[in-house]
């Protein structure tokens, strides 16, 4: 049986001592909150998708998939629009 180390902030239930994400509502109990940074060391353009998938724990690639088929699905140049203010206001790391 797992020890349990501390109540989930949102829910307020007993999370596992190594759970990294509460089991019940999702929320993120392991370690200090994450700044959101633009990853320089994976970066393909400006690290936005690398530094979104290091903040979300998803994998860089599927991030970048994920947001190729955003833009394509509201069209190309939301996307660009959105992925340059997201260079210009996330900092890098």
Same mark, same amino acid.
């Given at each position: 049986?797992?020890? !349990?180390?501390?109540?989930?902030?949102?829910? /307020?239930?007993?999370?596992?001592?190594?759970?990294?994400?509460?089991? @019940?509502?999702?929320?993120?109990? %392991?370690?200090?909150?994450?700044? /959101?940074?633009?990853?320089?060391?994976?970066?393909? /353009? %400006?690290? !936005?998708?690398?530094? =979104?998938?290091? #903040?979300?724990? @998803?994998?860089?690639? @599927?991030?970048?998939? =994920?947001?190729?088929? %955003?833009?394509?699905?509201?069209?190309? !140049?939301?996307?660009? *629009? @959105? #992925?340059?203010? /997201?260079?210009? =206001? *996330?900092? %890098?790391?």
């Amino acid at each position: 049986m797992t020890a !349990v180390v501390q109540k989930c902030q949102r829910c /307020l239930r007993d999370v596992p001592a190594d759970a990294r994400f509460c089991p @019940l509502c999702g929320a993120r109990v %392991a370690g200090d909150p994450r700044p /959101l940074r633009r990853r320089r060391d994976n970066e393909k /353009l %400006a690290g !936005v998708c690398a530094g =979104l998938a290091d #903040y979300f724990d @998803l994998d860089v690639t @599927l991030m970048r998939v =994920l947001f190729a088929v %955003a833009a394509f699905v509201t069209g190309i !140049v939301p996307g660009v *629009i @959105l #992925y340059v203010v /997201l260079a210009l =206001l *996330i900092p %890098a790391s």
